[in-house]
């Protein structure tokens, strides 16, 4: 159900925003908008104060308007209060999430609530609740000594109001914190949801009152200075004679200044002039003006001796470079105006300062008077030093960072002696204009008498339209040179995506094309851009260091610096020690000569991915903005050019995956195939090792029994031809035919046979077993020449002479090796594949030989030996024929083989090579054609790491 309370303050608010939005329209003055908008809130919220405060351009903020409830606290109108008090965290959210805050002291917590995302710039809808959490100690003790329990802070946040538009708050690059609009309350409070609606309606309105405000006093000052031109305009033509005089006292009145001069050069009809006004310095030596100090001197001219590579002597730039002992600056600035805030200070005119010890003069303005090519003299407003006082909430020392909260806010006040007042842009405007007009003035009061010198006038007018004709076709010829060379960029975008070839391109095209001493392009190494980078392509003349590959941990890039890099901005810069860096910057842009900067960044989809950076070495450079423009349209080629070589990256890399993923599945496979084949040998082996075994021990064991029951005999028989010599016919015959005599010479030979056979069989069977090695399934240490007799033996009836084939000889150079850690049935199947191999070279290379009726000798031979304290080496070589280099290359890839068809899977190698590799170790070939082969193993005497049989 509707509640009536807050219809009734829905209908409050609306009639008191409503109250206040004519007041905005019914007044221009900005104080008594802001006056009466600060008691009719706090009116209506019913707390102790409400206050506008406004931020200074040095940061630090005054209480501009201000209305209190009876005194419950102290007034802070006037009062300025220290850019520590809000940090610039804060500050930040206050533009670009325009946060509102809420404290309440009772419950320590603060209330936060943002009206825009602070990542999109984009309004939060619907608008979020206000949430709370704990209030800082420092918020807590700041408000406490201010005597507030609860307080309500909504940002005022403008646009740039030199566009002369009038538009809400946004997180467009000009958006500016203009100041806060702050309500207090000595006690507790809670505020709603409605009531910080109603503020921040109050602010939009007051944002539109002074932006309009902000604009009015834009045209008042213009306005002002056209009343002021006009007016010393009127005084210099009010006669037929130019009333100089009148003319310099209205124009130091105009400035508020308190001295000046107009200084006229002789020519060749007159002698100098000089007209004065108010308290003037001593004349210099010989009675001389001081306007005839050599070094004044020439500065007045030297506007008339530009030189052809853009240097002008003797102007303020280009002696300010000599004083500081760096290249002169080329390109000048247009203004010619001396703008002198501190006359003590300013290091040119050391010569000239004790000359006005005397007077209080403290700021010089000095407007040379020029017309065309001609110098007529100058104008000089000085300015009086002054004594400022400064009231402060609260003492504190305003060129040390605060500590802690302040204890107190009682007023303190700053007073500062002695001080320059500076000239403004505003001012320095004026004075060129009103430096027009003297100079036209004065010139026309000299024209009647220089009537000759109009000709040569006309031909300096011709001659400067000739300039100017032959610049504008020189801009023509830049402009359509710019568009040749962005388009081969483009072009060579389109024909590589090798980023390193694109990126060496522009920065050669470039660096050429404006004539610059360097390009680079710089890449972060993050996408934060916060932890360095470094340079990945540079085009640089070789008299200057070269950046390339040089690791720039930190580039001295302030926060500040790469939000606007972030926000596309562009960062020229024509004089690197007029820019405000801080001394990191220059001292990094000294390390690579840098005189004039511009730095365009680079975007990869919207991440700030690095930096296109033209640079200048020889001297200063004003960059112009065709240049810039043309730099900009060569950053977003590059940018696609970037999106485009991260997606063939992300093909190139999902290609090598799925590449990756087939050999896997290949040598899964071809390991399957090979240990099911393994496995069913190696049981099968067993298996028959363990059948055999059986019945062999068994007749093993029998014949010394047997041996022992034949002898016995033998012996009883020996007894019975001795005791009966004369045995019966029947017997004689029987072992007549039995050739007794050499059964009893023959069978102990035969029990020996019998013998030796068994122990034959016993050591096979041995073997056999041996090399299955079914029982040992996890790493072991192992004797590594058993495994190798074991294997050997295993292949002996290959290595025996058969089917014309003669034997091959094996020879062993066995080293003393330690026990070696390994799966010995893996490690006994490779060296069956090896040696397998090897006595198949050996027969294929002896059909090559029968062939041609000659007789090969097969030889293998086996080599051991530890070739450091952590390794051994095995080494398996044969008299084959020996393989070429191009089939070296593929012997351990899976299904490669160079046997015929339905002898050779190609496994073996692969399987073998994986095997080796699981045990940490190497396996390769050495091999000449006609010279045979050897095949290394190299693997550690103890594994690293305990492994599985099902890892291998």
């Known amino acids: 159900m509707h509640d009536p309370q807050d219809g009734q303050a829905t209908l409050t608010q609306e009639i008191l925003l409503h109250r206040i939005t004519n007041r905005i329209r019914q007044s221009l003055e900005l104080q008594e908008i802001l006056s009466v908008t600060v008691a009719e809130v706090r009116s209506y919220l019913g707390t102790d104060r409400v206050k506008i405060y406004q931020f200074s351009p040095d940061a630090h903020g005054v209480v501009i308007a201000e209305s ?49 995302c602070p990542e999109t710039g984009k309004p939060i809808e619907p608008p979020q609740d206000i949430r709370y959490r704990p209030v800082d100690p420092c918020h807590v003790e700041y408000l ?43 006690d507790t409070r809670v505020v709603t949801e409605a009531e910080l609606h109603f503020i921040q309606a109050v602010v939009d309105q007051m944002s539109v009152a002074i932006a309009q405000s902000i604009l009015l006093v834009q045209v008042r000052e213009q306005a002002q200075q056209q009343s002021v031109i006009n007016q010393v305009t009127a005084v210099l033509h009010a006669s037929p004679t130019v009333q100089l005089q009148a003319a310099l006292e209205a124009t130091v009145s105009a400035f508020q200044g308190s001295s000046g001069r107009i200084y006229l050069l002789a020519d060749s009809d007159q002698s100098s002039e000089l007209y004065l006004f108010g308290n003037q310095p001593k004349r210099l030596e010989r009675d001389r003006a001081i306007e005839e100090n050599y070094l004044w001197n020439r500065y007045l001219r030297s506007g008339v001796n530009l ?30 105006l001396w703008v002198i805030n501190d006359l003590y200070k300013e290091p040119l005119l050391r010569t000239i300062a004790p000359y006005f010890q005397d007077t209080q003069t403290r700021g010089l303005m000095i407007v040379p008077l020029r017309s065309g090519s001609e110098v007529l003299g100058c104008l000089t407003i000085g300015r009086d030093e002054v004594d400022t006082e400064i009231p402060w909430a609260g003492s504190h020392d305003p060129d040390t960072r605060q500590l802690m909260a302040r204890q107190s806010f009682e007023t303190w006040r700053q007073l500062k002696i002695g001080q320059a007042h500076p000239w403004t842009a505003g001012e320095t405007q004026l004075a060129q204009a009103l430096g027009e007009r003297f100079s036209n003035a004065i010139k026309q009061y000299r024209l009647h008498q220089q009537v000759q010198l109009f000709n040569i006038n006309l031909e300096q007018q011709v001659h400067t339209r000739t300039e100017e004709l032959q610049q504008s076709n020189k801009e023509l010829q830049q402009a359509f040179e710019q568009q040749k060379t962005l388009s081969k960029i483009i072009t060579k975008i389109r024909e590589s995506l090798e980023l390193d070839v694109i990126f060496r391109t522009v920065a050669t095209e470039i660096r050429q094309m404006l004539d610059v001493d360097r390009v680079l392009v710089y890449r972060f190494h993050s996408e934060t851009a916060c932890e360095g980078g470094a340079a990945v392509a540079e085009d640089v003349l070789p008299e200057f260091p070269a950046a390339l590959d040089v690791e720039i941990a930190d580039l001295c890039n302030s926060e500040g610096f790469i939000r606007k890099y972030r926000q596309g901005k562009i960062h020229a810069i024509s004089n690197v020690n007029e820019g405000g860096h801080d001394e990191c910057y220059l001292k990094m842009l000294a390390q690579f000569e840098i005189k004039a900067n511009l730095v365009v960044p680079l975007f990869r989809q919207d991440y700030l991915w690095g930096l296109l950076c033209i640079q200048q070495c ?6 112009q903005p065709s240049e810039i423009k043309f730099i900009g349209q060569i950053s977003e080629q590059l940018g696609v050019a970037l999106q485009h070589a991260t997606l063939l990256n992300q093909t190139r890399e999902q290609a090598q995956k799925l590449s990756e993923a087939i050999d896997y599945l290949k040598q899964t496979q071809s390991r399957l195939i090979q240990s099911e084949k393994m496995s069913s040998l190696g049981q099968l082996v067993a298996g028959v090792a363990h059948e055999i075994n059986n019945p062999v021990n068994f007749i093993y064991g029998n014949l010394t029994h047997m041996k022992n029951y034949v002898n016995q005999v033998l012996e009883l028989l020996q007894l019975y031809q001795k005791h009966y010599p004369e045995p019966h016919e029947a017997i004689l015959q029987q072992a007549e035919a039995t050739d007794l005599d050499f059964v009893i010479e023959d069978l102990p030979r035969l029990f020996s046979s019998l013998e030796v056979g068994a122990e034959r069989i016993r050591e096979i069977v041995l073997s ?24 050997l033996m295993i292949l002996q009836h290959r290595t025996k002479a058969n089917l014309g084939y003669g034997e091959i000889t094996i020879l062993k150079h066995y080293s003393e090796l330690p026990l070696v850690e390994c799966f010995a049935g893996q490690l006994n199947q490779v060296l069956m594949n090896l040696l397998s191999n090897a ?3 050996i027969q294929e290379q002896r059909d090559r030989q029968l062939e041609s009726d000659l007789e090969l000798k097969g030889v293998i031979t086996l080599t051991t030996q530890q070739i450091d304290d952590d390794w051994i080496q095995i080494s398996i070589k044969d008299t084959g024929f020996g393989v070429s280099d191009d089939i070296k290359s593929k012997l351990f890839d899976p299904f490669f083989t160079t046997k015929p068809v339905g002898k050779g899977t190609g496994l073996g190698l692969s399987i073998s090579y994986q095997i080796i590799e699981k045990h940490s170790g190497k396996l390769w070939c050495r091999s000449q054609l006609g010279e045979g082969s050897e095949f290394v193993i190299e693997i550690p005497i103890r594994q690293p790491v305990q492994k599985s049989m099902q890892s291998i």
Not at 312 to 335: A, I
Not at 774 to 788: F, P, W
């Open 839 to 841: 006595i198949d070279a």
């Open 768 to 791: 056999l077993r041996n090399f299955s090695r079914l029982d040992q399934a996890e790493v072991k240490s192992v004797n590594i020449h058993e495994g190798i007799d074991s294997t």
């Open 307 to 336: 030189q052809p590579d853009g240097v002008k002597p003797w102007s303020v730039e280009w002696m300010r470079s000599v004083y500081e002992l760096k290249e002169p600056p080329q390109n000048s600035s247009d203004s010619d």
């Open 68 to 116: 209190i409830q009876d005194d419950r606290l102290p007034s802070l109108l006037g009062l300025n209060f220290p850019a520590d008090d809000i940090p610039p965290y804060a500050r930040e959210l206050f533009v670009r999430a325009r946060q509102r805050s809420v404290v309440d002291l009772i419950s320590h917590e603060i209330g936060i609530s943002p009206l825009t």
């Open 144 to 186: 406490t000594a201010m005597g507030v329990k609860s307080s309500v802070v909504v940002p005022i946040v403008l646009d740039d109001h030199e566009t002369g538009k009038n538009q809400l708050p946004s997180l467009a690059p000009s958006a500016q914190l203009w100041g806060l609009l702050v309500s207090h309350h000595a």
């Open 618 to 623: 020889r001297g200063y450079r004003d960059w």
